[in-house]
């Protein structure tokens, strides 16, 4: 319980602040949605969320690139099936590859884009990342799917939109967010290769 539920949650927020800072225009935008919701409150509570629209899609579009356990868990198949032509024996060790498939152009207009409007205007405003839609299974799906899906959800929106709502962040000085370096580190959850080092302002006036 621990480790599925702490590293995962983590790795999240740091692949989507990453692609804030790369992206520095979503940042402004979601930034911009969070402040007015939460109308110069010092601390966003779940109740503020509602509204959130895009900060959602923000980490939405994170979950579809980067997906914190991309062949999600090793599953054992009870008995022989045929999947799209394929046969799987009973008891085939099956692994599915959640990162190919949120990136297959097939399934995604300019699958590599960091777009998150897409989830607001685009093709794919109704696909979700709860176990129904098996273009988006970050936490897999079916019975065995990860229990932890809300609670994972509800930290990860509040602790991104805390952090969006209280500080102006950027890449240290001299260095454009756009050539953050992306590279992976792989594992059982797929961290950042490097630090993510950046510098923070605070937006408020604390007294
Ligand atoms: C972004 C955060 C998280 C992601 C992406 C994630 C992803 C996953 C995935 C892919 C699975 C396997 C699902 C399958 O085989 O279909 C799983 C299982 C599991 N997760 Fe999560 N998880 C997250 C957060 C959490 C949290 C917060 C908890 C607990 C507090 C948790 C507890 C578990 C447990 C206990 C299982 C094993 C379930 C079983 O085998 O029946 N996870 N998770």
């Given at each position: 319980?621990?480790?599925?539920?702490?590293d995962?949650?983590?790795?999240?927020?740091?692949?989507?602040?990453?692609?804030?800072?790369?992206?520095?225009?979503?940042?402004?935008?979601?930034?911009?949605?969070?402040r007015?919701?939460?109308?110069?409150?010092?601390?966003?509570?779940?109740?503020?969320?509602?509204?959130?629209?895009?900060?959602?899609?923000?980490?939405?579009?994170?979950?579809?690139?980067?997906?914190?356990?991309?062949?999600?868990?090793?599953?054992?198949?009870?008995?022989?099936?045929?999947?799209?032509?394929?046969?799987?024996?009973?008891?085939?060790?099956?692994?599915?590859?959640?990162?190919?498939?949120?990136?297959?152009?097939?399934?995604?207009?300019?699958?590599?884009?960091?777009?998150?409007?897409?989830?607001?205007?685009?093709?794919?405003?109704?696909?979700?990342?709860?176990?129904?839609?098996?273009?988006?299974?970050?936490f897999?799906?079916?019975?065995?799917?990860?229990?932890?899906?809300?609670?994972a959800?509800?930290?990860?929106?509040?602790?991104?939109a805390?952090?969006?709502?209280?500080?102006?962040?950027?890449?240290?000085?001299?260095?454009?967010?756009?050539?953050?370096?992306?590279?992976?580190?792989?594992?059982?959850?797929?961290?950042?290769?490097?630090d993510?080092?950046?510098?923070?302002?605070?937006?408020?006036?604390?007294?």
């Amino acid at each position: 319980m621990f480790s599925a539920g702490t590293d995962t949650s983590s790795v999240v927020l740091e692949w989507a602040v990453s692609e804030l800072i790369r992206h520095p225009k979503i940042m402004e935008e979601v930034q911009k949605e969070v402040r007015g919701i939460a109308r110069g409150k010092l601390m966003i509570t779940e109740t503020d969320l509602d509204e959130m629209h895009y900060l959602k899609s923000v980490i939405k579009e994170t979950l579809r690139l980067h997906p914190p356990v991309p062949l999600l868990v090793p599953r054992e198949s009870m008995e022989k099936v045929q999947i799209q032509g394929y046969d799987i024996p009973a008891k085939t060790t099956v692994l599915i590859n959640a990162f190919v498939i949120g990136r297959d152009p097939k399934l995604w207009d300019e699958p590599e884009k960091f777009w998150p409007k897409r989830f607001l205007n685009g093709g794919s405003v109704s696909v979700d990342f709860k176990g129904q839609d098996f273009q988006l299974i970050p936490f897999g799906s079916g019975r065995r799917g990860c229990p932890g899906i809300l609670f994972a959800t509800s930290i990860i929106e509040l602790t991104l939109a805390n952090l969006l709502n209280r500080f102006d962040w950027a890449a240290p000085e001299g260095m454009d967010g756009k050539d953050l370096n992306m590279e992976e580190e792989s594992g059982i959850t797929v961290h950042r290769k490097n630090d993510l080092v950046l510098s923070s302002k605070q937006h408020y006036r604390v007294v």
